[in-house]
């Protein structure tokens, strides 16, 4: 994400006042260098639902078997006992290949030239696909600005940490207060991440 992009971001987010000690006490946020489309989705399968370090272990597997370049060609072609091998479960074997079929199928998809609605419609009827997966996808592969992901947990108990809440926040709440956040709600959401890796802390 261009840097002028984060500034206007921060200046703007900064007038709100639940935001604006967040923004003092955390380090300004750094987006990395985006990963291809397939690749992005690919990896996000791999990693639902297993402990981070389970997960990279075998994506590297995954890697090595791909010759550190995946492809939807090579995953529909490739047995399903070789992904088998390098410890993919049969569902998520399944996801790969419905993932793969649809880059298939779409292979003059342009999603720079589609909206964030545009892309969740289509991206939401690949099977293992969710939306947590396409918020993901939105705010750090295409690097859209204004993402809330309101069914991710950490964002939600970063709204009831901000707000004092008793319990998690509604997706109404969330939504009723992210408002004044556009068009940087992917910004505020780094900062709201930034909040539950702090919450010891006496911020």
Same mark, same amino acid.
């Given at each position: 994400?261009?840097? /002028?992009?984060?500034?206007?971001?921060?200046?703007?987010?900064?007038?709100?006042?639940?935001?604006?000690? @967040?923004? @003092?006490?955390?380090?300004?946020?750094?987006?990395?260098?985006?990963?291809?489309?397939?690749?992005?989705?690919?990896?996000?399968?791999?990693?639902?639902?297993?402990?981070?370090?389970?997960?990279?272990?075998?994506?590297?597997?995954? @890697?090595?078997?791909? &010759?550190? /370049?995946?492809?939807?060609?090579?995953?529909?072609?490739?047995?399903?006992?070789?992904?088998?091998?390098?410890? @993919?479960?049969?569902?998520?074997?399944?996801?790969?290949?419905?993932?793969?079929?649809?880059?298939?199928? &779409?292979?003059?998809?342009?999603?720079?030239?589609?909206?964030?609605?545009?892309?969740?419609?289509?991206?939401?009827?690949?099977?293992?696909?969710?939306?947590?997966?396409?918020?993901?996808?939105?705010?750090?592969?295409?690097?859209?600005? &204004? =993402?809330?992901? =309101?069914?991710?947990?950490?964002?939600?108990?970063?709204?009831?940490?901000?707000?004092?809440?008793?319990?998690?926040?509604?997706?109404?709440?969330?939504? /009723?207060?992210?408002?004044?956040? &556009?068009?940087?709600?992917?910004?505020?959401?780094?900062?709201?991440?930034?909040?539950?890796?702090?919450?010891?802390? /006496?911020?």
């Amino acid at each position: 994400m261009k840097e /002028n992009i984060i500034d206007n971001a921060i200046e703007h987010l900064r007038k709100d006042p639940y935001l604006y000690k @967040l923004i @003092l006490n955390q380090e300004r946020p750094h987006f990395k260098k985006p990963e291809t489309p397939f690749y992005a989705l690919s990896k996000t399968i791999i990693f639902q639902q297993l402990s981070g370090k389970s997960a990279d272990s075998i994506h590297k597997r995954f @890697l090595s078997l791909c &010759n550190d /370049n995946p492809s939807e060609k090579f995953i529909i072609k490739i047995d399903d006992s070789d992904l088998k091998s390098i410890g @993919l479960s049969h569902q998520k074997i399944k996801y790969l290949k419905a993932l793969s079929s649809f880059f298939l199928e &779409n292979d003059s998809i342009d999603f720079n030239d589609l909206s964030d609605k545009e892309i969740s419609e289509k991206l939401i009827q690949i099977k293992g696909i969710g939306q947590w997966t396409i918020d993901m996808f939105l705010m750090f592969t295409l690097l859209r600005t &204004n =993402i809330l992901p =309101i069914g991710d947990l950490a964002i939600k108990k970063g709204f009831k940490i901000l707000y004092e809440l008793d319990e998690l926040p509604t997706p109404e709440f969330m939504l /009723n207060r992210s408002k004044k956040w &556009n068009p940087y709600k992917t910004i505020a959401s780094i900062y709201i991440w930034g909040l539950i890796d702090n919450e010891d802390d /006496n911020w």
